[in-house]
């Protein structure tokens, strides 16, 4: 499972970033895609959507960072950047 320190940012594109809870994430199919020990490769794209929210990140970094966009329910949509923990 990677883990990551979330950030959120709303407004103009120079407006400051917010702490956010945690990201945690595993994804196996035929093989893993997010290991379970281990990190994303740089350039995996993950999107989601559900009742909790959705979005779109891409990895950097061999999986040390991540930067994309997401939306929660009753917000609007907002900048979201995470590091590993």
Known sequence: M?????QIQFGAPNA??????DLAIVLQTRNAVVPDK?????GTQI??????GSGSITFFDD???FQGA???PGEG??????TAR
Do not use: L, M
Request: proline share 12%; glycine share 8%; hydrophobic share 30%.
């Open 77 to 82: 949509p907002v900048a979201y950047r995470g």
């Open 2 to 6: 990677a883990t990551y320190r979330t």
């Open 16 to 21: 400051p970033w917010h702490d956010d809870a």
């Open 70 to 72: 997401a939306q929660f």
């Open 38 to 42: 281990a990190r994303p490769a740089t």
């Open 47 to 52: 999107t989601w959507s559900g009742p909790q």
């Open 63 to 65: 999986g040390a960072s």
